[in-house]
């Protein structure tokens, strides 16, 4: 069955520094992948999606993810963090040719120092 | 604006009692999702259904039920609520293909005492 595995449940980084959150995926055919955000006590928004189209994908507030299929890996980035980014991560996938049901990792809890 | 509606965000329950959570969404998605979040955990599938009267189980269907009679509508039932379904219920909708992304509603914090 497919799987996501996201490293690191927290990661703290200093307001200005890079933001790296990591993302592997189990399938050996590419799966379409998503980025979520969840901000404290709401929803999951959609930061970016991965649909097979350029592997590098950028999506809102400055995040990026890049697609690499021979590490099935699907990183988020961001190159300077904002105190607001402070939130928890989702990767999530869902294997092409399914109905849609998503595979979500168990998330990364972002926080971002002053 | 898309939407997905959750009918509360945060319910109190007594230990035995049948709860009913509520979703809408007025995108026209065939697609709706029934998670539940905890932490350490992250979102686990409970129950999905990609048509009307269509239901399939998730990862953990054991103690929930769903109903499905209108597209835009998606209930979820806790036949007897327990303790250890104390729990943020997160509805989702999508599109019929993978390709889509999934929207969500606000979530609702059930405690159950």
């Known amino acids: 069955a497919q799987s996501v595995t996201q490293l690191g449940s927290h990661v703290s980084v200093s307001e200005g520094a890079l933001v790296l959150l990591r993302c592997n995926y189990s399938s050996s055919v590419p799966p379409y992948l998503f980025w979520y955000v969840q901000y404290p006590n709401q929803g999951l928004q959609l930061l970016l999606k991965?649909?097979?189209?350029?592997?590098l994908v950028k999506g809102i507030n400055g995040f990026e993810a890049e697609f690499k299929k021979s590490e099935t890996s699907f990183h988020l980035t961001k190159p300077s963090a904002h105190m607001s980014d402070a939130a928890e991560y989702f990767c999530?996938?869902?294997?092409?040719?399914?109905?849609?049901?998503?595979?979500f990792g168990k998330g990364t809890k972002l926080s971002v120092k002053p | 604006d898309v939407k997905v509606t959750q009918s509360s965000r945060y319910l109190v329950k007594r230990t035995g009692e049948k709860v009913f959570l509520e979703c809408v969404q007025d995108?026209?998605?065939?697609?709706m999702f029934w998670y539940r979040q905890d932490p350490g955990l992250g979102l686990r599938l409970i129950y999905f259904?990609?048509?009307?009267?269509?239901?399939e189980k998730g990862d953990i269907p054991e103690g929930y039920s769903v109903s499905r009679e209108k597209k835009e509508r998606f209930s979820l039932i806790l036949e007897s609520a327990s303790t250890n379904q104390t729990s943020m219920y997160l509805c989702?909708?999508?599109?019929?293909?993978?390709?889509?992304?999934?929207?969500f509603g606000q979530g609702t914090r059930l405690t159950v005492v």
């Open positions: 991965y649909t097979s189209a350029a592997t």
């Open positions: 259904s990609y048509d009307v009267k269509m239901k």
């Open positions: 999530a996938v869902n294997e092409r040719g399914s109905q849609g049901n998503l595979i």
């Open positions: 995108m026209d998605h065939e697609n």
């Open positions: 989702a909708s999508s599109g019929l293909t993978g390709l889509t992304e999934a929207f």
